[in-house]
């Protein structure tokens, strides 16, 4: 079992909520998604283990299990080219859950027009794997669902 952990705060909204159909419709994987506070917030790791891809709008940790959680901040982010992003952590980096990852402004996303809403995803998981998904507020280090 291994619980992911929200990597910002906000309201958990799952997936279908997303404005974005791979997302929405689960094409990358199971999970929830968050739409953020609108402040300037530090993403964390929500899981322990390395870096595999990081860039300034998404990054991937997997954990030594080999299971592989996506953290995407915001939708059609990849078109700022990483204006607005901070990158905390490198690729190839271990990191414990919790840990800061990048930098970043929900209400900075919002204002060019983007969704902040950001997908928290198990990647190459299948559909019932992911269980006891958060409702409602979330607190970034807080249990957002559990992958058995």
Do not use: N
């Amino acid at each position: 079992m291994t619980t992911v952990l929200a990597p910002v705060a906000g309201a958990a909204i799952g997936l279908a909520a997303v404005p974005d159909p791979v997302f929405a419709q689960a094409m990358v994987g199971p999970g929830t998604a968050i739409d953020p506070l609108r402040e300037p917030v530090e993403a964390l790791a929500p899981i322990d283990g390395t870096i595999v891809k990081l860039h300034p709008h998404a990054y991937v940790v997997v954990g030594d299990d080999g299971r592989g959680v996506l953290v995407h901040l915001g939708i059609d982010t990849v078109q700022l080219k990483g204006e607005g992003f901070r990158l905390l952590a490198a690729e190839g980096d271990r990191v414990g859950a919790g840990q800061p990852v990048v930098a970043w402004d929900p209400a900075a996303v919002e204002a060019g027009g983007r969704s902040p809403v950001c997908p928290v995803v198990a990647l190459d998981a299948v559909a019932d794997s992911v269980g006891g998904v958060a409702e409602g507020s979330v607190s970034a280090g807080d249990p957002l669902f559990e992958w058995s």
